[in-house]
């Protein structure tokens, strides 16, 4: 049986992710629906058909896209957040933090995504919509974990993960569709500062601050 080395292998792995990082690009330059195979083929500096070899077509091409940004963004939240040792207040508020930081540095990708994009096609749209019901359900288990040792005013865990979703999603669209010069990171602090009180939250408003200011200063470093 035939069996791709290990080197051939790599080389297809690379042109895959050359397909995808280039797609990125001329989607946020272009948008969604201006772009064809053809832009990013020639923005790649590849074949049409070389193209057609990874993806089926542009709107393939979209969802694996979009699972990549969703991992990028989970990653980083990982790398944010310990439950074992932080506080929830620190957590979400690093949570919140890391979240609009990564969709500050991904504005352009972001608007195809969150809104030239919806309703795009149904593999897409379920790909969303199981994204968010995973961040959800991720929000959940862990509002359940804290309140185990913590005095807190949660009384239905996925109502609070929703509405939590909810303020974010929006802070976040509004940012995107706004013609303003204004960081989305800015809105950290409030938006930190909103959850934590709708929660029945105790906090210190120092505290937040200095727990979103910590947050970008480790991003940027590890940028």
Known sequence: MYRTSKETQERKDAKRQLILDTAAKVFAERGYH????KDI???????VGSFYFYFKGKEELFVELYDSIVLAFQQTTDMVLDIHNFSLPKNMTRVITANLWMYQNRRDIARVMLIEAV?????????RAES???????MEEWFKRFKINNPVRIPNERVAALAFESTFHYLVVDWLQSDEERKLTDSAYALSIYNLQALGIQFQEHEIQRYVEETLSMLEEQK
């Open 34 to 37: 201006h772009t064809s195979v």
């Open 132 to 138: 968010i019901q995973d961040s959800c359900r991720s």
């Open 119 to 127: 309703g795009l096609n149904p593999a897409f749209e379920k790909k």
């Open 41 to 47: 083929a020639g923005e790649a500096g590849i074949s």
